[in-house]
């Protein structure tokens, strides 16, 4: 058989199709959904994520409002679920952490500023559970149940809706205080009460700020914020049910 070869010009070959450069996925989970809420005359936006914060989030003013939701109040026992906060701009972010990992690098690394001040109500308890699950050493931090005690020294009544009542004269609800927050679906009272939890801190610590100043005893108070995580390591350390400053 003969085999006939031709020769010519080279063929031009097509150019290979651009290759799409990879679009990484931001960690963490895209958001779940938002929920509008009206305080005070004001619409409050609030956001539940999955797992973090959104990559990028910045805390405006130097101070964010913060508490978390728990399986109960046992250090030994219960676990950490959820964690919510506002920089009292008009938005909440909630964040439904994963229990399996704790990994929540976004969270971790605004809990761990110290440019930015974190306020809590009773940080005592929160302040351990995020040091225990999270491994996180929240500073600088403020507790608002610490200042009230030593602010409203004519009263007993310390709590989160009593402080919000007389001195913002706003009443909150506590209906979901006890309620399933390691349940795979966080409901909309779920998380309207735990927004609801944070958006009043700023404007407590003001008012407190206030009677603190006044009476003389603001040093005092940041005394006490400085070692309240000092507390909390002594709580998650077994002495939690003992005063270690009493003579007996």
């Avoid at 310390?158 to 004269?169: N, R």
Wanted: charge should be negative; hydrophobic fraction near 45%; charged fraction near 25%.
């Amino acid at each position: 058989m003969a085999v006939i070869c031709t020769t010519g010009p080279p063929r031009a070959t097509a150019a290979p199709a651009p290759v799409a450069p990879r679009r990484e996925i931001p960690y963490p989970a895209p958001m779940t959904r938002k929920l509008s809420l009206t305080v005070d005359g004001r619409n409050i936006v609030c956001s539940l994520h999955k797992g973090d914060l959104p990559a990028g989030f910045v805390a405006q003013g130097g101070a964010v409002a913060v508490d978390s939701e728990t399986m109960g109040l046992s250090l030994v026992r219960d676990r950490l679920c959820l964690v919510q906060l506002t920089d009292g701009h008009g938005e909440a972010h909630v964040v439904q952490l994963d229990r399996a990992t704790y990994d929540a690098p976004n969270l971790k690394a605004l809990l761990a500023d110290q440019a930015v001040e974190k306020i809590f109500h009773f940080g005592r308890f929160d302040l351990a559970m995020i040091m225990r699950d999270l491994g996180v050493v929240c500073t600088p931090v403020y507790c608002t149940k610490i200042a009230s005690k030593l602010a409203r020294t004519y009263t007993d009544r310390h709590g989160l809706k009593d402080a919000v009542k007389e001195l913002l004269q706003r009443d909150l609800s506590k209906e979901q205080q006890s309620s399933d927050w390691g349940a795979d679906e966080i409901t909309d009272s779920q998380l309207a009460y735990a927004a609801a939890d944070v958006i009043h801190l700023h404007a407590l610590r003001d008012r407190l700020n206030g009677i603190l100043a006044r009476e003389g005893r603001m040093q005092l108070a940041q005394a006490c914020f400085a070692f309240l995580p000092t507390r909390a390591a002594l709580d998650l350390a077994g002495w939690d049910e003992v005063d270690i400053f009493s003579h007996a």
